[in-house]
Nanobody, 121 residues
Framework: VQLQASGGGLVQAGGSLRLSCAASGLAFGSRVMAWFRQAPGKEREFVTAISRRGGSTDYADSVKGRFTISRDNAKNTMYLQMNSLKPEDTAVYYC???????????????WGQGTLVTVSS
């Protein structure tokens, strides 16, 4: 299983970025997909997750109304549209997959390498 995250970079506060996560080696349409992030010196935290067909989503309170998760099962790809970015969104963003839509990282069994998002003030 490979999860390749991309799209990170440097952006000013208030700006937008779109992350992608390309998956291979798994039955993508049968997997819950999620994004977590880890800021420097902090624990990894849940950002958002999406159900197998995209009908259900969950967001951390800190990103609700600003971030949107989506997926394209035909392309084996998940996306994270991030708007109104804040300096506190600075982190390495990881895509992951599991069998349950949950905020607990222990439920996710494959992880990508991460992509760095830096938001300047």
């Amino acid at each position: 299983v490979q999860l390749q995250a991309s799209g990170g970079g440097l952006v000013q506060a208030g700006g937008s970025l779109r992350l992608s996560c390309a998956a291979s080696g798994l039955a993508f349409g049968s997997r819950v997909m999620a994004w977590f992030r880890q800021a420097p010196g902090k624990e990894r935290e849940f950002v958002t997750a999406i159900s197998r067909r995209g009908g259900s989503t969950d967001y951390a309170d800190s990103v609700k109304g600003r971030f949107t998760i989506s997926r394209d099962n035909a392309k084996n790809t998940m996306y994270l549209q991030m708007n109104s970015l804040k300096p506190e969104d600075t982190a390495v963003y990881y895509c992951t997959t599991g069998r349950s839509l949950t905020q607990s990282d222990s439920a996710y069994d494959y992880w990508g390498q991460g992509t760095l998002v830096t938001v300047s003030s």
